[in-house]
Structure formats: structure tokens, C-alpha cells
């Protein structure tokens, strides 16, 4: 609207707002009304304080109102008014304690909407109705701190503003420090000093290195003439004015004085028209009613700059003129760079070392005085606090009783937490965990767990033989296999070499994408002649037979000729193919074993003469049967499952272990869709990483079918057969159907109702991921919960992502995989490697977007914490302990010839390939610039198989201007030199 668009001008307002009838209108206002005629309703506000033109606001949508207290309400969309509510449900306390600090709050109402994840910000502080992210709807209120932030600006931002953007600190600097007052006033001062070290130590200190030490806007009062100031908006009004803040509470030693001073500055104005703060109490129906006295001079309602607040804080402080004196004003306010770092309280930042440090000093039978501490801190907390007592190596097994009685560590049920408690019981050598530790790998087939504590154990003389005879007793047992034949290599393997758990998730999409041919180097890992001809859909029939524990059936694999041949080479393994059809006639085939056995045997059809045309078409049937071995199924008796009710099959393909189900160019450079049709015994249900397409049957068997219309890589076949209940997830909030759900869990009925309510949260991350990434293409996404044999933390199976039940830990601590699992649908699964030697494509960029992902819905110190932690504990361990510096798999890209690949897996991908990703968006402009640039490269590159030049060469093409950046980065180092990467992020 045509205003003076500057906050150094403040006026009232009133509107009328005519709305479809269907709809709801809200505005940064007090409602005065609504009058309907015909289709529309008109609805009248009134904004009886002067505000600056940039807090005017309106929403008009489909939303319901919840009450949270007299003056707090929450609006949003229907399908999740109830869930808002309780989330936002401290929102009184929050403002009452924010009165307490900043003095009455002055604006009658404090309403929340929650808008569409389209909405940029954590929050926006519009008077009277505060706007926010539906990303703070964690189902755990531990996003609410934002509300804190906001509601501070209802005293810092909006009663007392800055009189131009050049002096922003003092809208937001102070607001941050009111939202630390808030936040410690409810959390306890520790939690205060902690938001603020780490303000300091990565916000600031971000913003200060993206822009540069000398550049202008690194000032807290920068010049901005000629500049939009959307373009300065950075951490540095916030951090650097609420460091000053900080600093100069500590300087004066008094903080209640000081908070005295911070109510006497919100409070104070020139001479006002009294008549008109009255009635805004009156007109807002404020309990008890709170009027203004003739005479009285506040600032607050009016707009400022920097000189008259430090001139306040000087007629204020006027006692401590000379510890005033003492601060470098010119420094603080007008000199770039970093300013003089406050003192902050690290306590929370160093709780874990501090607390292991005292264990580990603690006399035998006695806990440390600070052992309380443990029972508050957050499960990772407590995770590090074991490893870092681990990692001293002074933990005598003396002291092992007491610290787990203390914990009652053997009951936790936290597997992280108990799994770190096991590795420091076997580190110190403490009899007592060696059942303890046999009897969780027995429960639990994450690799993850399983073989470090295998290996630990066959390290101990002491526990060697029970380890052995345990071992060795369940290595035949079908649940055990994939668990065992991992263990057996750590085991039996001079150097210990352990590889990570691959994480992954899948996708599904509408629309039928063809395979685009980039050329490639030839996968290592495949006989594929992918190169002459390519498999573009597969026509899947099973019966499954739990008595032989086979798969029974045939592939229809559609072909496309790319250039004249007269073979078709495919990838098996122990298949026992019948026969063989070319468009319908019988043809001739030969299997040869490749010498090394893990490959498994090289397929070849030969063609007929008629197909054997350039852009040719052929249908190739094959019946087969797999082997009772086959090395991607997991068959399982009905006294091995969690109801012990029925028998129970899962499949694990990634990453060569397609063709053990299935005869296919096992390779990830191939995609195609999948069409499937699967008997099974009837009272069973059977899902696949597809989209079902309904079932039929009778007494004894049922027939299910699904179709998988996206193209995708072999290894993403998947299939899971049991008694299985499902529950729907939270409602898919933009749906045009009311009723359509796009996230599910299944599992066993005794797992199922507890597995619902632990990834209860999985729509609020898909939405989030969604924000980063773009849309989610799949359709569906639904998980199971599989038997604890499964030996990894989670599988990205399109449209059907299977879980450890180690997740289930029953406080929702250990959920953050499935914001990795569901990154996979973009990375990994949409954009995939073309060969395992490129593996980081895959995992490199998922474990970037996931850490994105708890950035957004935890916070960016969250996200920082988490890449520091992988950094430290998950690729040094791996290139130092679990490899050597100098190994071949300890690069980002390796060389797969004759190598097993799930020999190489490692977290070297993983933390390594992060690690490059948040070095180049720190080096070319920060987390905004290169999640546009996320999105552009997802999109470019959808439905493909590519390498790490491909993605190379599309980001220098991205980034034409900042080639001189990018040269800077020494690429060969951090693709093919073994070891640590050359740069460490900052």
C-alpha cells in the first residue's frame, strides 16, 4: 500500500477486509468483527498503537481458532489446531515471565497462526498475532523456544523500534537478549549462557567469515546507503548486539539492576497522548486495565537510534560512568569484524567432559559429586558422557558397579545410550557386561552395535570363548545370516576393519521417467552391458514359499537396444534359471561364475538376429527360482518374530544383492520401473518398495500387486512378508482429499501402536525435508518396523522405508534417522551414484540435507553440534582406527575393482562427503545461497545416475561467478587422497 515505509514512522490503523464466506481473515490487529452478505465476509480490525508499516499483516485462509488462555490463542488448519495447541500450549508462561523481565505487556492480545511451510522464517512478531513455521510443530515442544524470540519483540521490535534499518541491533540484539532473559528465567541461567556462547561462537563468527572481517555489514551499525537491507539481514545485529548487551551486564556486575534498567528503557517515552494508551486497554477488554499517568516519559511507542539508547543506559548507570567509559564503544558500534567476546558459562557445552572427567577421577566406591547431572541431560548428552569416559582410558572396572548402578544403565532402554554403556564395560574389562553385551547383539542386528561389540569381545581373552560359542551357535540360523557374515570378517580380519551401517531411503513418483544414459565409467561391480542395452521396466512374479524359503517365479525384463548386440548380459546370483524367452521365442543363455564369489555369476542371453537393431525393443521372460541362501533375504520362523504368531521375510538388495532375487543389471547406473505380483500364504500381508495396487485371494493364499512407476536402481527392490497392522501418520496438511495420508507404519501388532506413536513426527520432517529439497515425488512414504535381525539402522526402499526396532525407544530420542532415511528420496534415490566407487553422492549429500533437515526443526546450533560430532567420533575413528590413513577407504572416491563393496562401506562417505558440502556452502555464500543451489542441482540431475565429475562440472556451471572461489578448493585432494579431508569446516 502507498505508506512511509520506514519504521522511524509509527501510526494506528483500521481495515475491513471482505473475504470469501468460506474463509477466515486475521491481521496484526484486535478483531472488531465479521459481517457476511451473499459470498463474502467482511471483517474489521483496529490498531489503536502506532506500529512501523512493516508489521502490518494479514492471513486469510481455512483455519480454526484454539484457545491456549484468556489472551493467547492458536490458529491454524484443521488438521492440526489440536496438535498447535499442544505444542504451543506454554505460550502464557512464556509472557508472563517476558512481563516480569520487560514490564505489562502492552498489546491485549498474543495470537499465534501457524502458516504453510512455504513461510520463509522461524517466526514473524506481528503485533497481536505472531506468525510461525509449521516446522515448530515437533510434537515435543522442544521448537518453542522461538516463541520466546517472538514474544520478546512485542517489547524490543515493536514498542520500542529502530528509527531505520542501520540501527537493527536495536530491535533484534535486544530481543535476543530478552529471549536468553526468558529462556533462563524458565530454563535456568546455564541454558542461558549456553544459547549465548553459541551465538557467539557460530552465528557471529559464521557471518563474520561469510562476509569478511572488513566488510561493512559486519558493523552493528552499518551504512546503508544505496544497499537493500534485505541483503545485510545476517546474525550480527542479533549476536553482535546481544554480545554487547552481555557484556556490558557483566561489566556492571548487578544483572537485576540491570534487567531494572531494561524495563526503565522499554518503559520510558516522550510526553504521549494519554487519552489514546487508555483506550487501547479499554478497547482490548485488558484484566485488570492498565492505564498511563499525566507526566509520565517512556520510549516506549516510539522509534529510535543507537545515541538515545546509550544515552539512557548512561543516565540510567550514571553511578558507573567510568565502567562505561571503559567500553570501546567505537569498536563495538562502529568497527567490522568480530567484537570482544563476552564470558560465558560453558558448563552445558563441557557437561559431558566435565562429568567424565570427574568419574574418571572418582574414588571407587564413590559417584562423583556431579553425578545428578546425567539424569538431566539430553540422550546424546549421556551418550557422549560414556564415550568420553570410554576414551580417557582411565576408567578402571572397579568403578564400572557403581556408575551402572547409579544409571541403572542395565535397564535403559535407550539403545544408544546402552550401547555406549556395553563398549565402556569392554573396554574396562568388567566381567559382569559380558552377558549383558552377549544377550543385546542377540537382541539387535544393527551392525552398528553389533560389530564393534563382537569384536570387542573376541579381542578379551576373557570373553573370546563365550563370544565364539554364541557366534558360532547362530551363525546357521536363517535371521542371523547377514549379521553373521559381517561379524565373521571383523572377527577374523588382522586390522579390525569395521564399516557403518548404510542408511537410505525411497521414493515414488506419478510419472514415468525414462533412463538417461550419461556414460559413465562401467561399474566395477557389474557384468551389465548397459552401455549396448538397457532394462526400462521389470515384470516381477512370486510365489513365496516359507517350507523351502524360496522365491518362485519370473522376470519380464523390457529392453531398449542402445547400440547393435547380440548378448544381453545380466547380473544373478545361486539363481536356478528354468528358461528363457526373446519375444517369445526360446533362446539360449550361460551362466559363468565370476571368480570372485560376492560378484556372483555373469548372465548371458543371446538375442535373436531380428532384435538386434540399434533402438530396438525386446521383452525378455526369464523363470527362475532363488536359493534358500539367497543373500538378500532374511527368512524367519514364527518363534523368531516379536507376536511369534506367523514366519516372517524381509529382502536388503543394497548394494549387489538384487541379483540374488532377481536376474537385473545390478548396478545403480540402471533404473527402471518395476511392476510386481506376490502370492503368499493367506492371513499374511506383503508390502514392496512400490505403491499397492490391491489384493485378492482365498482360503489359502493371497495375490498382492504393486507398481512402481518411478524408474529406480535394482538395489531399491525390496519386499517385506508377515503379520503386519498398519497405522496412518498425521494428515498430509495441504491434501486435496480430507481423508489422504501419505506416511505410514507397519509392524508386528504388539510393536505396531508404540511404533506409531515414536515416528508420529515423520510428516513434520517430510514437510521440512520438502522446504530444502523440493517436492517429494513418491507418493507415499511409509515405514516398517522390521525384527531385530535387520542389521542396520534403516533402509531408503521407496515408498517403504524399513526401520531397526532399536528406534522404538520410547522417548522419540532416536527418530533423527528417519530424517535421514527420508532425506535418501531425494538423494540416493532421485539422484543416485552411478557406481558404489561414487557412493557419496548418495550419503555425502543425504547426510548434508539431514543435518539440514534437525537444523531447521531443532535449531542451527543443533545442526553445527551434529557436524562437529560426526567430524570427531564418526570419520576419525574411521580413518584411524577402523582403517589406516593411508587406506584406499579412506578416500571419497575409490577404486571398486574386485572389491566387495559392503567391504567398503564405511562412514568415509558419509562424514566425508558432508564434511565438502558444508565446506562449499561456508566458502560460496552461506546455508541460503547453497540450498538454492541444493534444489537446482536435485532437480538437473532427477531420475539420473551420475559421478562426482558430472556433479562437478554442474557446480561450476552453477556458480559461474564465484569460479575463483571454487578454485581455491582443492577437489583431487578431497576426492582421491586417502585420510582426513585437506580443509576442516569451520
Known amino acids: 500500500?502507498?505508506?512511509?515505509?520506514?519504521?522511524?514512522?509509527?501510526?494506528?490503523?483500521?481495515?475491513?477486509?471482505?473475504?470469501?464466506?468460506?474463509?477466515?481473515?486475521?491481521?496484526?490487529?484486535?478483531?472488531?468483527?465479521?459481517?457476511?452478505?451473499?459470498?463474502?465476509?467482511?471483517?474489521?480490525?483496529?490498531?489503536?498503537?502506532?506500529?512501523?508499516?512493516?508489521?502490518?499483516?494479514?492471513?486469510?485462509?481455512?483455519?480454526?481458532?484454539?484457545?491456549?488462555?484468556?489472551?493467547?490463542?492458536?490458529?491454524?488448519?484443521?488438521?492440526?489446531?489440536?496438535?498447535?495447541?499442544?505444542?504451543?500450549?506454554?505460550?502464557?508462561?512464556?509472557?508472563?515471565?517476558?512481563?516480569?523481565?520487560?514490564?505489562?505487556?502492552?498489546?491485549?492480545?498474543?495470537?499465534?497462526?501457524?502458516?504453510?511451510?512455504?513461510?520463509?522464517?522461524?517466526?514473524?512478531?506481528?503485533?497481536?498475532?505472531?506468525?510461525?513455521t509449521p516446522t515448530l510443530l515437533a510434537g515435543d515442544r522442544s521448537q518453542v523456544g522461538v516463541i520466546a524470540h517472538e514474544i520478546a519483540h512485542s517489547w524490543t521490535g515493536n514498542l520500542v523500534t529502530n528509527a531505520s534499518w542501520e540501527h537493527f541491533w536495536l530491535n533484534e540484539g535486544f530481543t535476543v537478549f530478552l529471549e536468553r532473559k526468558i529462556k533462563g528465567r524458565l530454563d535456568g541461567e546455564l541454558a542461558r549462557q549456553f544459547k549465548s556462547e553459541c551465538g557467539y561462537d557460530e552465528g557471529l563468527t559464521d557471518a563474520v567469515k561469510r562476509f569478511g572481517e572488513t566488510h561493512e555489514f559486519t558493523k552493528l551499525i552499518p551504512k546503508l546507503d544505496g544497499v537493500d537491507p534485505d541483503d545485510v539481514f545476517s546474525p550480527v545485529p542479533y549476536e553482535?548486539?546481544?554480545?554487547?548487551?552481555?557484556?556490558?551486564?557483566?561489566?556492571?556486575?548487578?544483572?537485576?539492576?540491570?534487567?531494572?534498567?531494561?524495563?526503565?528503557?522499554?518503559?520510558?517515552?516522550?510526553?504521549?497522548?494519554?487519552?489514546?494508551?487508555?483506550?487501547?486497554?479499554?478497547?482490548?477488554?485488558?484484566?485488570?486495565?492498565?492505564?498511563?499517568?499525566?507526566?509520565?516519559?517512556?520510549?516506549?511507542?516510539?522509534?529510535?537510534?543507537?545515541?538515545?539508547?546509550?544515552?539512557?543506559?548512561?543516565?540510567f548507570f550514571s553511578d558507573?560512568?567510568?565502567?562505561?567509559?571503559?567500553?570501546?564503544?567505537?569498536?563495538?558500534?562502529?568497527?567490522?569484524?568480530?567484537?570482544?567476546?563476552?564470558?560465558?558459562?560453558?558448563?552445558?557445552?563441557?557437561?559431558?567432559?566435565?562429568?567424565?572427567?570427574?568419574?574418571?577421577?572418582?574414588?571407587?566406591?564413590?559417584?562423583?559429586?556431579?553425578?545428578?547431572?546425567?539424569?538431566?541431560?539430553?540422550?546424546?548428552?549421556?551418550?557422549?558422557?560414556?564415550?568420553?569416559?570410554?576414551?580417557?582410558?582411565?576408567?578402571?572396572?572397579e568403578k564400572m558397579p557403581l556408575l551402572t548402578s547409579r544409571y541403572k544403565l542395565e535397564e535403559v532402554k535407550n539403545a544408544e545410550v546402552k550401547f555406549s554403556w556395553l563398549m565402556l564395560g569392554l573396554e574396562t574389562k568388567w566381567q559382569p557386561i559380558i552377558p549383558n553385551a552377549l544377550a543385546f547383539v542377540l537382541s539387535v542386528g544393527r551392525l552398528k552395535y553389533c560389530r564393534p561389540i563382537y569384536k570387542s569381545l573376541f579381542n578379551w581373552p576373557a570373553a573370546r570363548p563365550s563370544a565364539v560359542q554364541q557366534f558360532e551357535s547362530n551363525r546357521k540360523k536363517p535371521y542371523r545370516v547377514a549379521l553373521v557374515h559381517d561379524t565373521l570378517y571383523v572377527m577374523r580380519s588382522p586390522v579390525g576393519r569395521l564399516s557403518m551401517a548404510t542408511s537410505s531411503c525411497n521414493q515414488f513418483t506419478f510419472a514415468r521417467m525414462c533412463y538417461c544414459h550419461m556414460r559413465p565409467r562401467r561399474d566395477p561391480c557389474s557384468a551389465a552391458n548397459n552401455h549396448d542395452i538397457i532394462v526400462t521396466h521389470t515384470a516381477i512374479k512370486w510365489d513365496v514359499t516359507f517350507q523351502l524359503r524360496m522365491l518362485i517365479g519370473q522376470a519380464t525384463l523390457e529392453c531398449t537396444m542402445i547400440r547393435k548386440t547380440d548378448k544381453l548380459l545380466l547380473d544373478v546370483r545361486d539363481l536356478s534359471i528354468r528358461s528363457v524367452t526373446v519375444d517369445g521365442k526360446v533362446v539360449d543363455f550361460r551362466i559363468a561364475p565370476n571368480a570372485y564369489t560376492f560378484f556372483g555369476s555373469k548372465m548371458t542371453v543371446y538375442l535373436p538376429k531380428d532384435v538386434q537393431e540399434d533402438g530396438g525393443r525386446l521383452s525378455v521372460v526369464i523363470l527362475y527360482s532363488t536359493s534358500p541362501d539367497a543373500t538378500a533375504l532374511q527368512w524367519m520362523k514364527k518363534e523368531q518374530t516379536a507376536d511369534k504368531k506367523a514366519p516372517y521375510l524381509f529382502s536388503q538388495c543394497q548394494a549387489i544383492h538384487a541379483r540374488s532375487i532377481v536376474p537385473c543389471m545390478d548396478t545403480p547406473s540402471v533404473k527402471s520401473t518395476y511392476e510386481a505380483q506376490v502370492t503368499v500364504p493367506a492371513g499374511l500381508t506383503c508390502l514392496m518398495s512400490a505403491i499397492g495396487e490391491g489384493s485378492k485371494g482365498d482360503d489359502e493364499f493371497t495375490t498382492f500387486f504393486f507398481k512402481q512407476p518411478v524408474a529406480i536402481p535394482s538395489y531399491l527392490i525390496a519386499i517385506v512378508v508377515g503379520a503386519l497392522e498398519k497405522r496412518d501418520i498425521k494428515k498430509m496438511r495441504f491434501a486435496l482429499q480430507p481423508q489422504f495420508f501419505r506416511v505410514a507404519v507397519w509392524a508386528e501388532p504388539s510393536v505396531v501402536d508404540k511404533a506409531h506413536w515414536e515416528f508420529s513426527e515423520t510428516e513434520d520432517i517430510l514437510t521440512c525435508a520438502e522446504e530444502i529439497a523440493g517436492k517429494y515425488i513418491w507418493g507415499r512414504y511409509d515405514m516398517v518396523c522390521l525384527p531385530p535381525s535387520f542389521p542396520f539402522g534403516g533402509m531408503e526402499n521407496p515408498c517403504l522405508t524399513f526401520l531397526t526396532p532399536t528406534l522404538i525407544a520410547g522417548d522419540r530420542s532416536l527418530v533423527s534417522v528417519i530424517a535421514h532415511e527420508i532425506a535418501h528420496s531425494w538423494s540416493g534415490n532421485l539422484v543416485t551414484n552411478s557406481s558404489w566407487e561414487h557412493f557419496w553422492l548418495n550419503e555425502g549429500f543425504t547426510m548434508f540435507i539431514e543435518r539440514k533437515i534437525c537444523g531447521r526443526l531443532v535449531s542451527e546450533d543443533y545442526r553445527?553440534?551434529?557436524?562437529?560430532?560426526?567430524?570427531?567420533?564418526?570419520?576419525?575413528?574411521?580413518?584411524?582406527?577402523?582403517?589406516?590413513?593411508?587406506?584406499?577407504?579412506?578416500?571419497?572416491?575409490?577404486?571398486?575393482?574386485?572389491?566387495?563393496?559392503?567391504?567398503?562401506?564405511?562412514?568415509?562417505?558419509?562424514?566425508?562427503?558432508?564434511?565438502?558440502?558444508?565446506?562449499?556452502?561456508?566458502?560460496?555464500?552461506?546455508?541460503?545461497i547453497f540450498e538454492a543451489y541444493l534444489r537446482d542441482y536435485l532437480t538437473t540431475f532427477a531420475h539420473k545416475a551420475i559421478d562426482s565429475h558430472q556433479w562437478k562440472k554442474h557446480l561450476y556451471e552453477y556458480f559461474q561467478d564465484k569460479r575463483d572461489i571454487l578454485n581455491t578448493v582443492d577437489f583431487d585432494a578431497w576426492f582421491h587422497a586417502v585420510g582426513m579431508p585437506p580443509e576442516k569446516p569451520e
Not at 502507498?2 to 470469501?20: F, H, I
Not at 507526566?295 to 543516565?315: H, M, P
Not at 567391504?903 to 562427503?913: D, L, Q, R, T, W
Request: aromatic letters at 12%; hydrophobic letters at 40%; charged letters at 20%.
Open 320 to 397: 558507573k560512568k567510568s565502567l562505561l567509559d571503559s567500553i570501546d564503544w567505537d569498536r563495538w558500534l562502529h568497527a567490522p569484524g568480530m567484537p570482544p567476546k563476552p564470558k560465558y558459562d560453558s558448563s552445558l557445552m563441557d557437561a559431558c567432559r566435565v562429568l567424565a572427567a570427574d568419574w574418571t577421577s572418582a574414588a571407587v566406591n564413590i559417584a562423583p559429586a556431579t553425578a545428578a547431572n546425567f539424569d538431566h541431560m539430553l540422550p546424546g548428552q549421556k551418550v557422549e558422557t560414556l564415550n568420553k569416559i570410554r576414551s580417557s582410558g582411565k576408567f578402571s572396572p
Open 240 to 315: 553482535k548486539g546481544s554480545a554487547l548487551l552481555l557484556t556490558i551486564e557483566q561489566l556492571l556486575g548487578d544483572p537485576p539492576r540491570f534487567e531494572e534498567f531494561l524495563r526503565t528503557y522499554i518503559n520510558k517515552q516522550l510526553p504521549m497522548d494519554i487519552g489514546l494508551a487508555n483506550s487501547i486497554f479499554i478497547l482490548v477488554g485488558a484484566h485488570p486495565p492498565i492505564f498511563f499517568l499525566e507526566g509520565e516519559e517512556r520510549y516506549a511507542f516510539k522509534s529510535i537510534i543507537t545515541d538515545t539508547w546509550k544515552n539512557e543506559l548512561y543516565a
Open 1 to 132: 500500500m502507498p505508506c512511509m515505509d520506514t519504521p522511524s514512522v509509527k501510526s494506528s490503523y483500521r481495515a475491513e477486509v471482505a473475504v470469501p464466506c468460506s474463509l477466515v481473515c486475521l491481521m496484526s490487529a484486535i478483531g472488531k468483527g465479521k459481517k457476511q452478505s451473499g459470498d463474502t465476509t467482511t471483517y474489521t480490525f483496529e490498531q489503536p498503537v502506532a506500529i512501523p508499516s512493516y508489521l502490518l499483516a494479514i492471513v486469510v485462509g481455512h483455519i480454526e481458532r484454539r484457545e491456549i488462555s484468556p489472551r493467547c490463542d492458536v490458529w491454524c488448519e484443521p488438521s492440526i489446531a489440536d496438535a498447535a495447541k499442544w505444542e504451543f500450549e506454554s505460550t502464557e508462561k512464556f509472557l508472563q515471565t517476558a512481563e516480569q523481565l520487560a514490564g505489562p505487556y502492552r498489546w491485549g492480545r498474543y495470537d499465534l497462526v501457524v502458516l504453510p511451510p512455504t513461510f520463509p522464517f522461524g517466526g514473524m512478531e506481528n503485533p497481536c498475532l505472531t506468525f510461525v
Open 864 to 928: 553445527q553440534f551434529m557436524s562437529f560430532n560426526g567430524w570427531t567420533n564418526n570419520l576419525i575413528p574411521a580413518v584411524y582406527e577402523q582403517f589406516t590413513p593411508t587406506h584406499q577407504f579412506t578416500k571419497l572416491i575409490q577404486d571398486h575393482t574386485n572389491v566387495d563393496p559392503d567391504v567398503a562401506f564405511s562412514c568415509v562417505p558419509y562424514e566425508k562427503g558432508s564434511a565438502l558440502l558444508f565446506y562449499l556452502e561456508q566458502k560460496l555464500g552461506g546455508s541460503e
